[in-house]
């Protein structure tokens, strides 16, 4: 009988914590949600702001001003903490100058540029930015006008801030430097300086 009682209570010794320990295990936890990056991938949006341009005649230079707007699209590419872009934008402006009754206007002007990134924390992302040109200039009086195109770089920085993985702010400065071939050799150079508010839309 005592023996009995002794293999009873070393059993109950032994099992007893090997079924607690049973009891302590849990279940995994569920893997962490997969968060998109707000910077990968395709977006478009728009932009506004205010430009200055030098109109650089041979012997002449006129200063014109006014609002610019349009329109931008690019793909950015995330490597941890840069981001390398590639954006092209098109934008209208009312950018014009009015001496002795001749206007002076670049109308539009469009650009592609490679942008260089660097995220000061996941949603704020700094960057610089360059590449090539295109635009107009004309020159016009009542009753007649010409229209010179022209090509040239652009350069700038900007600031982009997240909003959400898919919509995001930013404020940009750019500067754009155009020749137009007006006759023979002759040409007309614009030096433009602008700043503008974007709005994306990253897919």
Known sequence: MRKLLLSAAATMLIAGPASAADLAVKAPPPGAAYIASPWDGLYIGGNLGYGETSFDFPGISLHGNGVVGGFQAGYN??????????????????????????????????????????????????????????????????GASVKVGGVGWAAGAGVQYALTPQWSIGAEYLHVELDHITSGSDSVKTNTDLGRATLNYKF
């Open 77 to 142: 590419k995330q490597f941890g903490t840069f981001v390398l872009g590639l954006e092209t934008d098109f934008d209208l402006t009312s950018i014009k100058n009015t001496t002795a009754g001749v206007d002076t206007k670049l109308p539009w002007f469009g650009t592609t540029r490679t942008r260089l990134g660097f995220l000061v924390n996941p949603a704020l992302l700094l960057y610089g930015t360059g590449g090539v040109a295109y635009g107009r200039l004309e020159e016009s009086v009542p």
